[in-house]
Every structure is written in C-alpha cells, then in structure tokens.
Nanobody
Framework: EQLVESGGGLVQAGDSLRLSCAAS????????MGWFRQAPGKEREFVAT????????HYANSVKGRFTISRDNAKDTLYLQMNSLKPEDTAVYYC??????????????WGQGTQVTVSS
C-alpha cells in the first residue's frame, strides 16, 4: 500500500492550489480517504474526509467553504482543492487511507506529505 502526494508549493494569501494523491491501494474504490495536515510546532490535525463513493464529505471548520475534497476512483486518485489560502494553512499535507467513519476518521496509512506554504 502506497500513497504519494503532489501539488504542494509556495503561494500567496488568497491563491489556490490543488493537491493530488496517487493511491496504490487494492481497495481504493471501496474505502474512505482523507487529508490531514501538520503545521510547524503543532500536532497533526484533520482537514477533510470523503466516503468511498465520493457522495459524502466532512471538513474541519477551519477549511469549510474554502477546501474541496474529491476523488476519481477510475484513476485511484484523491484530490484537495484549496482556495482562498491563508498563512495559517501553511503545513505539510498528508493523504490518508482511513476507516469508513468519515466523521471520526482513524488513519490506516499515510503518505509522505507535501509542503504547502502560504505567504502573507
């Protein structure tokens, strides 16, 4: 099982980025997935989760209305569209294979992470 993130970078406040996660998971199209992040000096925190079908999603309050999680099961790929980025969104973003409870996700495996830096 392997999760490989891409799409991070350095942007200015107000800009957008789209993260991608290429998943090598046998059961990708039947499992929930998500994104977590870790800012410098802080613990990892939940960002968003999505059900196996993509019909149900759940977001942290801090990103609700700005970030959109989606998936393409035909491509075994997870996405995170991030709009109106703020300096406080600066973090390493991790793609996560989770259990099926998208409201209380329990990570099963993690990607290596991709850095997102938002300058003011």
């Amino acid at each position: 099982e392997q999760l490989v993130e891409s799409g991070g970078g350095l942007v200015q406040a107000g800009d957008s980025l789209r993260l991608s996660c290429a998943a090598s998971i046998r059961t990708f199209d039947s499992d929930a997935m998500g994104w977590f992040r870790q800012a410098p000096g802080k613990e990892r925190e939940f960002v968003a989760t999505i059900s196996w079908s993509g019909r149900s999603t759940h977001y942290a309050n801090s990103v609700k209305g700005r970030f959109t999680i989606s998936r393409d099961n035909a491509k075994d790929t997870l996405y995170l569209q991030m709009n109106s980025l703020k300096p406080e969104d600066t973090a390493v973003y991790y793609c996560v294979h989770t259990n099926d409870d998208i409201l209380r996700p329990a990570p099963l495996s993690w990607g290596q992470g991709t850095q997102v830096t938002v300058s003011s």
